[in-house]
């Protein structure tokens, strides 16, 4: 290579190198410290980034909490904050790639760069263990951020480099005192702030025009890729960088498993399509779900269900404001399909209770043993933010829903018939089973989920999601644009 060539490299791994600038302003990210600084008093907080990809199946991505605390999106980083009397001072200790591999994938910003991006002074990654070890000797507590790739994985993701290297530190330093800072983390990120909101409204109304893309697409003799492909498509033209999780597009059966992510199946008349997916936006991840008529038009039974599943969205809806328990947004949820399922003949009563093949506490919650639940498996909210199963303030203590909270609102119902034969062989169970059993095979493989997003402001609850939901929206998007395409052309 020429030294005009090697320069010319030279400038253009710099260019490539400059971090861009999010939608979060830098006097965020500095509040975010000082939160956590005010709340430890004295001590030093440690986290660590994401490692740089082993596949090329992507770029990096950096970790919800690294992310949060630095705005820094680069691997194999360091972040280490010493404070004393309630004032943090940070500092990234960042590992620069090799000079071959940075002429592959672009270099590790500068120092320069890097404190104009994130306001933060940088050292080496080689010299992290030096720091800490001197740190070690002042007496004040290490405060971890785990760097777990998701909090739903926790326990599964038990080997990370942090870990390995919290692991080996303290055993180098019997008597230090290490304290888990992830609740912290988690407390702050519950409380969205506008800016945040801001990324989550842009999310959200990119993924409502991905559905509304598979909407028009729909029909018998497609594949569920072909729904994954548009959908994803219309995410990345709206400005996404990616999808917020592994797209569920789940035809006929696989309409009733919740987490379904291998979208190869074919889409037959008279099936539905449970599609669950949406876009991530600077890091921020709306969720939204629709269950889709093949054919155009709901069955008898598919409407049944699909009646019920938005009538206990809308009573959720209802009591997800400001002030009140999202306990009760729950339950109003939990009776409304319950109540619907024995006017159907899917369960014997409303009140009427299973016996379960997992452990479940059925005298303090009688409503986990009911019989409901074997067709509404799963809870109907959860936060949203840097990860799709962010902190939400209600889940605090007092499950309230507070200014700053944003969530989704998820009823479902799922019939399989198969569900029955997996329940233990008891007197109660058979029973149950004798008399429910023709009705779940005339509402077989019929799943519904209706999934939007919503945040509480000042103004009360605004849902932020808005893809068509109601019966008669969703039948006109999914028949009417298919007449047209498929009538023949003179």
């Not at 592994?246 to 037959?268: K, Q």
């Not at 019939?415 to 004798?434: E, K, M, Q, Y």
Request: aromatic share 6%; hydrophobic share 40%.
């Amino acid at each position: 290579m020429s030294v005009r060539c090697l320069a010319a490299a030279i400038l253009l791994l710099t260019l490539v190198a400059a971090p861009a600038r999010g939608q979060i302003p830098l006097t965020e990210y500095t509040a975010r410290r000082d939160s956590i600084a005010a709340r430890l008093d004295s001590g030093v907080v440690v986290a660590f980034s994401g490692r740089t990809p082993v596949t090329d199946h992507g770029p990096f991505y950096q970790l919800a909490s690294f992310h949060y605390l630095t705005g820094f999106d680069e691997p194999d980083a360091g972040f280490v904050m010493v404070i004393r009397g309630g004032k943090g001072t940070g500092t990234l200790f960042i590992t620069p790639k090799p000079p071959r591999l940075a002429l592959y994938y672009g270099a590790i910003p500068d120092s320069a760069a890097t404190r104009r991006a994130t306001g933060l002074p940088s050292r080496s990654g080689d010299g992290l263990r030096s720091a800490l070890d001197s740190l070690a000797g002042t007496g004040l507590p290490f405060y971890i951020i785990s760097d777990v790739e998701s909090a739903d994985f926790a326990k599964q993701d038990s080997l990370t480099r942090g870990q390995q290297f919290m692991r080996a530190f303290t055993e180098a330093h019997p008597g230090l005192v290490v304290r888990d800072a992830h609740p912290i983390v988690a407390e702050l990120r519950a409380r969205k702030s506008p800016a945040e909101l801001a990324l989550l409204r842009r999310a959200a109304a990119i993924s409502d025009s991905g559905h509304r893309a598979a909407m028009r697409l729909i029909a018998p003799g497609l594949h569920e890729y072909d729904l994954q492909a548009v959908l994803e498509a219309a995410f990345l033209r709206g400005g996404a960088q990616r999808s917020g999780y592994g797209s569920i597009v789940g035809a006929g059966v696989n309409a009733t498993t919740l987490h379904y992510m291998r979208d190869r199946a074919p889409l037959r008349t008279g099936d539905v399509v449970v599609i669950d997916a949406a876009a991530e936006l600077d890091g921020y991840s709306a969720d939204v779900t629709r269950t889709l008529p093949v054919s155009g038009a709901f069955t008898p039974e598919q409407r049944r269900i699909y009646a019920l599943v938005l009538e206990a969205q809308k009573a959720a809806e209802r009591n997800s404001r400001l002030g009140m328990s999202a306990l009760a947004a729950s339950d109003s949820a939990f009776d409304i399909r319950a109540a619907g399922l024995a006017r159907l003949g899917l369960i014997e009563s409303p009140d009427s209770m299973v016996d379960l093949p997992w452990k479940s506490d059925c005298a303090a919650l009688p409503r986990s043993c009911s019989q409901a639940v074997i067709w509404t498996i799963h809870g109907i909210s959860h936060g949203l933010g840097l990860e799709v199963h962010d902190p939400a303030q209600f889940y605090a203590a007092d499950h309230t829903f507070k200014i700053g909270d944003v969530f989704t609102i998820e009823p479902g119902i799922y019939v399989r018939s198969s569900v029955l034969d997996i329940l233990p062989d008891t007197p109660r169970n058979r029973r149950f089973i004798a008399k429910v059993r023709p009705v779940a095979t005339r509402y077989e493989n019929i799943g519904v989920r209706i999934e939007d997003d919503y945040a509480i402001t000042e103004r009360g609850l605004e849902r932020i999601s808005h893809a068509p939901r109601e019966i008669a929206e969703v039948e006109a998007l999914t028949s009417k644009v298919r007449s047209k395409r498929l009538t023949p052309s003179h």
